[in-house]
């Protein structure tokens, strides 16, 4: 049975102790970022950014200001769409970890061309790859595969103080997740899980996907 993470967006204060956890654990170095009127920084994901918690603000009705925090990360999906491209040139590049469920770049993706790269990641549906131009690389959330192994949490999640993230064996994830949200739908009724058949990063979503991001889900 592979693992999930649930990310309920309905506790997130977009403190960023996820986003600088992943940054922190797998070494990435710091990346020039500068202020452009959004709680948003770095403003996307980038090969030194494997994880980031995207911004947005809207108006409701009633004239009230809703701030939707959304930490962005691959979502390890069952059926992987960016491997079946890459193996169709660079068998190997991206394989999929049946134990755990994550999905892996490996260094085989330096062996794909520019013109291959860019397939890989304009198949995928949530817009996570991105590609370092120097070497070539693609990178992404790896699952902190390494700790995961080790039976220890992913480090995103280990640093999350407001319970926003959870993770674990799939079944007992998609339970709490189910049962989070019937709790939630009491207050926030158009609140929904973001396409929990599919991906092994299961977002709890309060209101329609472009409330929060235009990759939130194919919902």
Not at 45 to 52: A, E, Q, S, V
Not at 69 to 96: N, S, T, Y
Request: hydrophobic content about 35%.
């Amino acid at each position: 049975m592979p693992k999930s993470f649930l990310i309920d967006t309905s506790r997130c204060t977009a403190c960023r102790g996820c986003q600088m956890a992943c940054k922190d654990w797998h070494n990435l170095p710091a990346i020039a970022t500068k202020q452009t009127g959004t709680h948003q920084n770095p403003p996307d994901l980038n090969p030194n950014n494997y994880k980031i918690v995207r911004f947005r603000e809207h108006k409701t009705e009633d004239g009230r200001v809703v701030w939707n925090f959304f930490p962005d990360q691959c979502r390890h999906c069952m059926a992987p769409i960016c491997k079946d491209v890459a193996d169709k040139v660079v068998p190997g590049a991206i394989i999929h970890d049946e134990k755990t469920g994550a999905v892996l770049f490996t260094e085989k993706c330096k062996q794909l061309s520019p013109e291959d790269a860019r397939a890989v990641i304009e198949a995928c549906p949530y817009n996570i790859p991105r590609r370092e131009e120097s070497s070539g690389m693609l990178s992404k959330c790896d699952m902190c595969i390494d700790r995961v192994t080790e039976g220890l949490l992913p480090m995103c999640v280990k640093s999350c103080p407001t319970g926003t993230m959870l993770f674990g064996e799939r079944k007992e994830i998609l339970a709490e997740a189910k049962r989070r949200l019937e709790k939630l739908k009491k207050t926030f009724p158009k609140a929904y899980l973001a396409d929990p058949r599919d991906v092994n990063v299961i977002y709890l979503l309060t209101e329609e996907k472009e409330y929060y991001y235009e990759y939130a889900s194919f919902m």
